[in-house]
Nanobody, 122 residues
């Protein structure tokens, strides 16, 4: 069982930046960030095969969001720049021990954090 602890959400104005952090309690093969806005389906924002073996970004965040990791700390980060009101959502960290799934709404991801709210005002 892997526990994921997120931090770093908050409120910013459009054009601002936030950095999300997620720390895992144990080994993970892939880690990812998802988000869910009110009334919308959960979507995968970005992900990585741990150890720098590959990354994924959803089209709407490419060039604005950067995913990174610190393997020594078992930490995953999401640097979010040029934030837009449509980025407002609860952001979740997720992990799997095998078989990464990219581009979906979260099926196949075994472990989840509690979520952190990101609010971007216009």
């Amino acid at each position: 069982q892997v526990q994921l602890l997120e931090s770093g959400g908050g409120s910013v104005q459009a054009g601002g930046s936030l950095r999300l952090s997620c720390v895992a309690s144990g080994y993970t093969y892939c880690m990812s960030w998802f988000r869910q806005a009110p009334g919308k389906e959960r979507e995968q924002v970005a992900g990585t095969v741990t150890g720098g073996r590959g990354t994924y970004y959803e089209d709407s965040v490419k060039g604005r969001f950067t995913i990174s990791e610190d393997n020594d700390k078992r930490a995953l980060y999401l640097q979010m720049n040029s934030l837009k009101p449509e980025d407002t959502a609860i952001y979740y960290c997720a992990a799997v021990l095998r078989d990464c799934v990219w581009g979906g709404s979260g099926g196949g991801w075994s472990y989840w954090g509690q979520g952190t709210q990101v609010t971007v005002s216009s």
